[in-house]
């Protein structure tokens, strides 16, 4: 690549972007925000590093995730993507219990469903039984 | 930390730890390790700099978050993090699925029992409260990326918009 057409992380390190440069694919110098924020936490070296180590077709998902990675830390500095995670452990425990007591309200109209079918069934015997000993006085 | 004990990241990088070195409090001499899988992810002078922008009272934190999420990033070169949010997100989805079943069926079993009550009552108060919960799942991951190349080879359901 040119010096003209520098990829936004040769422009940043103010370096000349060679042809094959490993960053260029997944940082364009339309959106210079976008290394900014991944050099920051992760650093330029790290970050080739990590691209170099993996496939070419799994490179560009690897930035994306770095990506939002980084700017969750950027918002948040002290528990950065961890703060998700911990929110989505929340909501799990959450809803569990919310199961928890609504498959035991299931249990418990089924336990009274099959006590009132058990009454209905006792009553009919003996209003039968009452009947059969009416008839033969 | 004196020069007789260097904490673990003065270890690694081999130089002197000073008395008021950074690292020191949160990266013991005694488990290397936790300093080198943060390096290795962010690189020491990050980790210092991002240390020294908080309060002293925070820093623990920042360092555990910091930890997990290099260990995190190790494990799964590719996704990192996030591969872990997508993952807890398909579980969030899967146990609010099994709850809207559960209400339903609770629905259910109170129209068969109470048919004296008008049905838009009792179908209304149940509906509002499984609309709550459907419509109640994160949206966590929605950012454009550069690439337009996100899949999933875990096959699991697709998170990016």
Known sequence: MANSTRCAACKYLRRRCSHDCILASYFPSTNPERFACVHKIFGASNITKILQQLPVHQRAVAADCMFFEAGSRVRDPVYGFVAIISQLHQQIIITQRELAETQGQIAFYGAQQVQGLKQKTESRIQYNETMCFNASQ | MGGSSPCASCK???????????????????????????????GASNVSKMLQELPIHQR?????????EANARVRDPVYGCVGAISYLQNQVSQLQMQLAVAQAEILCIQMQQEPALPTHQIVSDDRSLLHSNLSNLPQYLNFASTSNVIQDPLKRESLWT
Not at chain 2, 18 to 38: E, G, L
């Open chain 2, 12 to 42: 690694l990088l081999r130089r002197r730890c000073a008395k008021d070195c950074i690292f020191a409090p949160y990266f013991p001499s005694d488990d290397p390790h936790k300093f080198a899988i943060v390096h290795k992810v962010f």
């Open chain 2, 60 to 68: 623990a934190d920042a360092v555990s978050s910091l930890v997990y």
